[in-house]
């Protein structure tokens, strides 16, 4: 199976599941039109994952960083967002190649870049005007065993994490499942460099409008109680479960 890295020609490629033009639907920048990168592959399994389509490492199709860059030429906007899957790490764990390469190619042409990522590894030298860490805690985990021993291995990385916040402006996205997973969040929050109340986003655990709009209220509370954001999530509000919007 061909992963992302070099073609026989010496040229990086990456394996893209979708392209598309719509509104960002998460985090301090919601609302703003914007292109999507999706790049195939993810590790971490997460049980509410609301884009399983995109963790194999060898699906989608694969692009030279050049003709991805040309892809979202299509799209006159300012901001492009690189998500997944999980766009930073390939299928052997190390920083996915091709990234820094298409952030800066995507830069230069004047994008506004934003990197949307569980935050499981640090990648340095990318050209990323926001880091959209989503730290996945323990309601994230699969309920089958080796699928959940590799996910509590990789994910909440302390130094990666830090390594982030302190290397990129970011934003830190929460999905809230129900109340009990506030105390988890503080104590992860206490262990990492600090980031500002109004970066920190909580968000309804809501793969569907009617699941957004059922975990809303809970989201309002924490939201109240602690200072941090209530991230609402765009995209599920207006088209619920429609895949490439
Ligand atoms: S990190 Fe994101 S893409 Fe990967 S399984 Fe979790 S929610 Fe899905």
Not at 119 to 145: E, W
Request: proline share 6%; with cysteine.
């Amino acid at each position: 199976m061909m992963m992302d890295g070099e073609t026989t020609s010496g040229e990086t490629q990456l394996h893209v599941t979708e392209v598309f033009h719509s509104l960002q639907g998460e985090g301090i920048r919601s609302g703003e039109p914007s292109v999507f990168i999706r790049l195939a592959g993810c590790p971490l399994r997460c049980r509410w994952c609301d884009t399983k389509y995109a963790w194999d490492f060898g699906g989608g199709t694969p692009y030279r960083v050049t003709e991805l860059a040309r892809q979202v030429e299509r799209w006159s906007c300012r901001s492009v967002v690189i998500t997944g899957g999980e766009p930073l790490v390939g299928a052997d764990g190390a920083p996915r190649l091709g990234l820094v390469d298409l952030t800066r190619e995507l830069a230069a042409a004047g994008r506004q870049v934003t990197i949307e990522t569980s935050g499981l590894h640090f990648v340095p030298d990318l050209a990323c005007d926001l880091m959209s860490i989503s730290p996945k805690m323990s309601n994230s985990t699969p309920s089958q065993g080796d699928v959940a021993v590799r996910h509590e291995k990789a994910r909440g990385d302390r130094k990666a994490l830090a390594r982030l916040i302190e290397s990129y402006r970011c934003q830190l996205k929460f999905v809230i499942d129900s109340p009990d997973d506030l105390p988890e969040i503080r104590k992860l929050l206490g262990e990492l460099p600090p980031v500002d109340d109004d970066r920190i986003l909580l968000m309804p655990q809501a793969t569907t409008r009617e699941e957004l709009l059922a975990r809303a209220p809970i989201v309002t509370d924490l939201c109240l109680e602690t200072g941090y954001r209530f991230g609402h999530r765009l995209h599920v509000l207006l088209w619920s479960d429609r895949r490439g919007v």
